[in-house]
């Protein structure tokens, strides 16, 4: 497992397991356009902080490579992503230093929620994640379906069941488990992080990768001829957690928080800027 943090204002830093290779700014390191402003909110109470930055910072779990999560911004400006820009205007509110901790991959994120290691992780809330982590309310839905290899002649999902079918999934995420009941010919190939997935499509080691749209879209653009297939095998509900057992008075300010976010369509803003594709926000 690969850990960084990334302080405000800190250096630049090359994020090459992103996007193969694409080169990002660090979060903090902002010389673009400034920060969307937020609606007002009623400030956090004493003990709110405690429970949602007990370090004195807000310790936000990212990984590179996905929409949802985080993404290298244009030249000479900060990253984009879902989860790196509702952590960032979640830290402002709260008046604390932001604090992105970027991992390999979101198996890594969510072991390190599971150890209290961060304070914030957006992802997809699975009953087997409950058990660990406190999340709200869903916060926007996300198709499932495959990226597929150059040159492949599938054409549609019942296709993918077939026993010389490599299928790379994320190591440690939910997909593989979800692929081994609905597609139980296919042979599952564990990719350590997007970077390897996008690698081995390229190459011909796998056939396709499975994930949710969102991340689909984003690797597609970085191998050529590859093409995500239409439909959908699953659907992914993504929401803010915070590590089990934290006071349950930070988690009602999140909620609020999200809630707040979508009303405003500040939301729907930072969507379009991550060109996060295949998301549906959740009527609330």
């Not at 952590?87 to 008046?95: D, I, K, S, T, V």
């Not at 839905?141 to 026993?163: F, H």
């Not at 992914?236 to 008075?249: D, T, Y």
Request: proline share 6%; with cysteine; glycine share 10%.
């Amino acid at each position: 497992m690969t850990k960084t943090t990334y302080r405000a204002l800190g250096a630049i830093a090359v994020l090459s397991a992103a996007l193969l290779g694409t080169a990002c700014q660090a979060p903090g390191a902002h010389s673009g356009a400034a920060a969307a402003p937020l609606a007002v909110a009623a400030p956090a109470s004493a003990a709110q902080l405690q429970a949602l930055a007990p370090t004195g910072a807000l310790r936000v779990g990212l990984y590179p490579g996905s929409p949802t999560s985080l993404l290298p911004g244009a030249a000479g400006q900060a990253p984009r992503g879902l989860g790196y820009a509702l952590g960032e205007a979640l830290a402002r509110q709260l008046g604390v230093p932001f604090q992105p901790v970027v991992f390999d991959k979101n198996a890594d994120v969510l072991a390190a929620a599971k150890r209290g290691e961060v304070d914030l992780v957006f992802t997809n809330a699975t009953a087997e994640r409950k058990a660990y982590v406190d999340f709200t309310g869903t916060v926007l839905n996300i198709e499932k379906s495959v990226l597929l290899a150059p040159g492949s002649r599938i054409e549609a999902l019942d296709q993918l069941n077939q026993p010389a079918l490599r299928i790379g999934v994320s190591a440690g995420s939910s997909t593989g488990q979800e692929l081994q009941q609905i597609y139980p010919r296919a042979q599952l190939r564990d990719m350590p992080s997007l970077q390897h997935a996008g690698q081995a499509l390229a190459k011909g080691d796998i056939d396709a990768f499975a994930t949710n749209k969102s991340i689909l879209f984003a690797l597609q653009e970085q191998v050529a001829g590859s093409r995500v297939l239409p439909g959908a095998w699953g659907m992914e509900s993504f929401a803010l957690g915070m590590p089990k057992g934290r006071p349950v008075q930070g988690l009602t300010y999140v909620e609020r928080f999200a809630a707040q976010q979508q009303a405003d369509a500040q939301l729907q803003r930072w969507i379009e800027q991550a060109a996060l594709r295949g998301a549906v926000l959740p009527k609330r």
